[in-house]
């Protein structure tokens, strides 16, 4: 198998200059704040850092490594005078292009050339994503026999932080959300210091790490009898939930699997109160390609690893949400996070 920067290689028709650092991660494994890595069409790659990475950029294997002062850029710009580079257009702010261009370089912008790599797991990648999606299945598994009443949001958000080291994550893969009543509306809700109260719904969308990779997980829970108006948002938003998932496959569109959860959701005559996009892609980065919502122009692929997390949000009053991590297979798609669904009551 080719070496994700020879494939990168193989797509390319100037020298690209990866410029963005979870690209620069994925193509050479360094971890750095501070790094750009070129890659030619030809295939030879060369790593740029300074002092700080230089012992862990000497070891990388598929790129040569050229020490740079601590501003990467205006020595680059330097070194690659007079000649015609492609850049990252998401990942080069206009400061660092305006030196490149003082000094004699000039640019070609492009877009999404490693991440349309990314969007496909090689065997490895998964393996992470499936370790992180397990220790996920546990610390839902636990976080359900956990009391919510009376505790705050911010008490479980640390409750959960403790929960992923305990069972072997590096960490968070981004800061929990926790969201009871009016809160649990709000798609990206803050904690509050307020005790969770019974009888409402409480959105817990959290995710951990391992090597680099992300799980994305929501669970809505409630803190009364799972009946009544609460129990029908619920049933609703799992109908939708499972109608996006039964609608991921290869070759399927991400506005079409989008679309497919909206169906149940618009014959109960609540489609305003679903307004985002059904998943995204997920990987080094908890969000990446491919997208799918109703502007997407993704067509799935084996491999390609997405959320599917439709949500119902009642301004002032409460919200649901349920999302899976899936990998595309050959025929359809394979749940990674594997937690129950049922709607489950919290103590
Ligand atoms: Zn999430
Ligand atoms: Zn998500």
Redesign the pocket.
Known sequence: MSTRIERLAARLDDPLLVTGLVNVRYLTGLESSNAVVLVEPAGEATLYTDFRYAEAASVVEDARFEQTPRAVLPALAERFSGRRIAVEAAHLSLADAETLRRGGVELVSTSGLVETLRAVKEPGELDALRRAAAISDRVYAELAAQPFVGRTEAELAWWLEQAWHEEGADGPAFDAIVAFGENGARPHAKLRDEPIPADTLVVV?A?CAVDGYRS?C?RTFFTGEPEGRLRELYDLCLRAQLDGLAAVAPGAAGRDVDAASRVAIGEAGMSELYGHGL??G?GLD??EGPTLRPESDAVLEPGNVV?V?PGLYLAGDVGVRI?D?VVVTTDGCERLTTVTKDPTRVA
């Open positions: 969308d995710g994305d929501t998943g995204h997920v908890v969000h959320t997390e999302e991590l």
